[in-house]
């Protein structure tokens, strides 16, 4: 099967960037989405197919794939944008990778 | 504004049955294939069921094949997942989501809802 890798955390100074990748073979090659959650909170679209965001979504958001890895950077990052990041590509199933905490210092 | 509330968790012993639905406004339900998420305690997400649109197709993750059922009433904006022969390992938040996508894939989803919780304990 499929399997996305991501770092269990990334830390990123406040109004830095943070970039939080997902890793697998040829990824490139899919649509690549990725979902932020709150603690108790649902997940959020906040990117898909590779590098576009929903309605509401922060500019500071952005994405890209090529190649064996797909990222998910944060500009300018603020208190608020610290959570849980998943990514999730279609391989015959939906798969989503491990998730990433993102702390804020 | 779309809305997805989830119903029907709680505690089981192991072997039992549950029901969850989802009851999904502010959209044209009968339009979108809908899918099953979950998530054990502290862990990541992981894929369940989707459902088509018209609910003539229906796919299933290996690790509930055979035991849970996805259904919807597209007279009543409804999603169900019927979970029998319940087991410790589904022990999870159950989230329904809105697919963008054909259901035979692929697709991801924009809308998810808050889940309802199923613990599977003796």
């Known amino acids: 099967s499929y399997e996305l890798t991501q770092p269990l955390s990334v830390s990123v100074a406040l109004g830095q960037t943070a970039r939080i990748t997902c890793g697998a073979n040829?990824?490139?090659?899919?649509?690549v989405h990725w979902y932020q959650q709150m603690p108790g909170q649902a997940p959020v679209l906040v990117i898909y197919?590779?590098?576009n965001r929903p309605s509401g979504i922060p500019e500071r958001f952005s994405g890209s794939n090529s190649g064996n890895t797909a990222t998910l950077t944060i500009s300018r990052a603020q208190a608020g944008d610290e959570a849980d990041y998943f990514c999730q590509v279609w391989d015959i199933i939906t798969v989503f990778g491990g998730g990433t905490k993102l702390t804020v210092l | 504004e779309v809305q997805l509330l989830e119903s029907g968790g709680g505690l089981v012993q192991p072997g039992g049955s549950l029901r969850l639905s989802c009851a999904a406004s502010?959209?044209?339900?009968?339009?979108?294939?809908m899918s099953w998420v979950r998530q054990a305690p502290g862990k990541g997400l992981e894929w369940v069921s989707t459902i088509s649109g018209s609910g003539g197709s229906t796919y299933y993750a290996d690790s509930v094949k055979g035991r849970f059922t996805i259904s919807r009433d597209n007279s009543k904006n409804t999603l169900d997942l019927q979970m029998n022969s319940l087991r410790a390992e589904d022990t999870a938040v159950y989230f329904c989501a809105k697919v963008v996508g054909s259901s035979a894939g692929p697709y991801h989803f924009d809308y998810w809802g808050q889940g309802t919780l199923v613990t599977v304990s003796s």
């Open positions: 502010g959209f044209t339900f009968s339009s979108y294939a």
């Open positions: 040829n990824i490139g090659s899919k649509n």
């Open positions: 197919r590779d590098s």
